[in-house]
């Protein structure tokens, strides 16, 4: 399926060597004010060639606006959002036609389809992130308008880990170094550790972690759509991500319940508030009013510039060697596709609550 979300929905097409890429958002309110520059803000965060740390493909990234807007305010009619193709060098992906790169989708791809667009990885590309950045834009507006602020940050790159926990960063400060890691001291080890990596002519992973707040209490469903299952599903549909926890996430198995337990309590303006924050600002699939906070893990991207044994599609051994321009590490440009996917996914619970009751 090319589509996502229930009552705020987008569907995306295009390939990283077609025209280009582009995603259709049905469910937008109307109303809500919305310019090519909100958009553009959000995609110029993920193109490539940002930076020394990411890929020095240039790709503009600029959006269309095709549909769904008038007079600067959303119609409540499909918005259609496209960004073309520029920067393709069909030439750099010629040695990669018959080869099955090692932890890439070209083995899956054929097994499946029977056939695929080797360019780039066509429809496995990260290039149709773009697409999803730019209809989180248009989410993320909504959200605002309701008070709701989504933020994430390279929280480890390798085994540089900010040593703090979000509650205790300026989340102010994601935008003040190209790693988009709000503690500058770690934000230097990282950069380090990334440009050590490409040097080697390698790639190394990390860690986002997402943080949400001023979401009301009472967004999500009970039984299979929870929130957090929601959150966990936008998250691992990005490309080369391979975990999710939120909340206490896999490290509160060393606590008891007696340390778990988040104890409410009713703070001076009569806010219902817990003490502690276990649950991630989830429980039972349900927000609960305090921050939402989760992790999401980023593995080591598959293409790296030394030889590799493999084999073709003819299932011969071979030795391929990664060419052309590539990220060695996708952390600081995965932040955007993280808030992308988190304002999709709450957009689509605001909307979802309104029809809760009666
Ligand atoms: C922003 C971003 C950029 C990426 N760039 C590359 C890249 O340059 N080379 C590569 O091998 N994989 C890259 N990937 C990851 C691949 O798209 C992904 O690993 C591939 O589609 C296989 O899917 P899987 O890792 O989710 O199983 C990138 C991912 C993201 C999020």
Do not use: W
């Amino acid at each position: 399926m090319n589509t996502f979300g229930t009552l705020f929905r987008i569907t995306t097409f295009g390939e990283s060597h077609g025209p280009g890429i582009g995603v259709v958002v049905d469910g937008c309110p109307a109303g809500l004010a919305l310019t090519a520059a909100d958009i553009q803000a959000a995609l110029d965060r993920r193109r490539p060639g940002q930076s020394d740390l990411t890929t020095p493909r240039k790709e503009a990234d600029q959006v269309e606006m095709q549909s769904g807007i008038f007079e600067g305010y959303t119609t409540g009619t499909p918005i259609s959002l496209f960004i073309r193709n520029q920067d393709q060098h069909s030439h750099d992906y010629s040695h990669i036609e018959h080869a099955y790169r090692p932890s890439h989708a070209d083995y899956t791809y054929d097994q499946k389809y029977g056939r695929r667009d080797y360019r780039g990885g066509g429809r496995s590309s990260a290039r149709e992130t773009a697409a999803r950045v730019a209809a989180g834009a248009v989410a993320q507006k909504l959200l605002a308008q309701h008070g709701i602020q989504v933020s994430s940050y390279v929280s480890q790159v390798g085994a540089v880990a900010v040593p703090v926990g979000y509650e205790q960063l300026d989340l102010g400060l994601i935008e003040s170094n190209p790693v988009r890691c709000p503690h500058p001291e770690t934000a230097a080890r990282m950069a380090e550790l990334i440009r050590q990596t490409r040097d080697r002519h390698d790639t190394v992973g990390g860690l986002v972690t997402g943080v949400v707040r001023g979401v009301p209490a009472g967004l999500g469903e009970p039984v299979f759509d929870k929130l957090h299952s929601e959150l966990g599903r936008a998250m691992l549909s990005i490309n080369a991500v391979k975990g999710f926890e939120y909340g206490s996430g896999f490290a509160g198995v060393h606590l008891f319940g007696s340390e778990h337990n988040d104890a409410f309590y009713t703070d001076e303006a009569g806010q219902v508030r817990t003490r502690t924050n276990h649950s991630g600002g989830i429980q039972g699939g349900i927000s609960n009013g305090q921050d939402i906070y989760f992790r999401v893990a980023f593995k080591p991207v598959a293409t790296i510039l030394q030889p590799q044994a493999t084999i073709n599609d003819q299932g011969e051994a071979i030795s391929l060697a990664g060419r052309g321009r590539h990220d060695p590490c996708v952390l600081p440009r995965a932040v955007p596709i993280v808030d992308a996917m988190t304002s999709l996914v709450l957009a689509d619970m605001l909307l979802r609550a309104r029809a809760n009751r009666a």
